[in-house]
């Protein structure tokens, strides 16, 4: 089955800087790679999505590069804002079921 | 238009009770999926429903979860004789299809304690 490493586990930023999260998956046949955003006590929030037709999307300060040859994608924030400060969660999946990293814990200092 | 919405939000029970959580998937969205998160762990998958139908349960313990969701009313998580071990927030999400182009959103999450 699929298998998703994401890296780092934690990361702490200056506010305005900017933050990268790095995943690497196992299954070639995976091909839709989504991002989400979990806040303490919350919700998983998708916030923003790539498929293997494409290379790299952008969505105001949040971006996603995906490279299929390598098996990796990675999530770059830009100018970030404490409200920024959360949990993120790379996926991989190629026909239904989520396979999902363990999670990056972002912490944004003002 | 009303998002995932799972009930109850926080659930109690003794070893050896048992667990009924509920997902009610958005308008429209007939596709469920369970994901168990354990603290400061990422989302396992569990099962994945249609309608009356389990798609997958690859993600299921053998023993003691079962999963439904019938034609009329809410996608069900059963679980029999808790153990301490089933503590953890338990989410469901849905979308309108399978594949690349269907995204999954999540419900607010259930979390069970057991005592």
């Known amino acids: 089955g699929e298998n998703v490493e994401q890296h780092p586990s934690t990361l702490s930023v200056q506010e305005g800087d900017s933050a990268v999260i790095k995943c690497t998956y196992s299954?070639?046949?995976?091909?839709?790679f989504p991002w989400y955003k979990q806040e303490l006590g919350k919700r998983p929030q998708l916030i923003i999505d790539?498929?293997?037709?494409?290379g790299e999307k952008k969505d105001q300060r949040i971006a996603v590069t995906l490279n299929k040859t390598a098996k990796h994608f990675s999530l770059h924030i830009t100018e970030t804002q404490p409200e920024d400060s959360a949990v993120y969660f790379c996926a991989a999946t190629g026909y239904s079921t989520l396979t999902f990293g363990k999670g990056t814990m972002l912490l944004v200092s003002p | 238009n009303a998002g995932v919405m799972q009930n109850p939000r926080h659930l109690v029970r003794r070893r050896g009770q048992e667990a009924r959580l509920r997902c009610s998937p958005m308008k429209g969205h007939s596709h469920v999926y369970w994901y168990r998160q354990l603290p400061e762990e990422g989302l396992k998958f569990m099962v994945y429903l249609q309608k009356e139908n389990i798609i997958d349960e690859s993600g299921m313990p053998k023993e003691r979860f079962s999963a439904e969701f019938p034609k009329e009313g809410p996608s069900i998580l059963r679980i029999q004789q808790v153990v301490r071990g089933d503590s953890a927030a338990y989410f469901c999400a849905s979308s309108s299809g399978t594949g690349q182009t269907y995204e999954q959103y999540f419900g607010p999450g259930t979390r069970l304690t057991v005592t």
């Open positions: 790539i498929r293997s037709n494409v």
């Open positions: 299954d070639s046949a995976s091909n839709y």
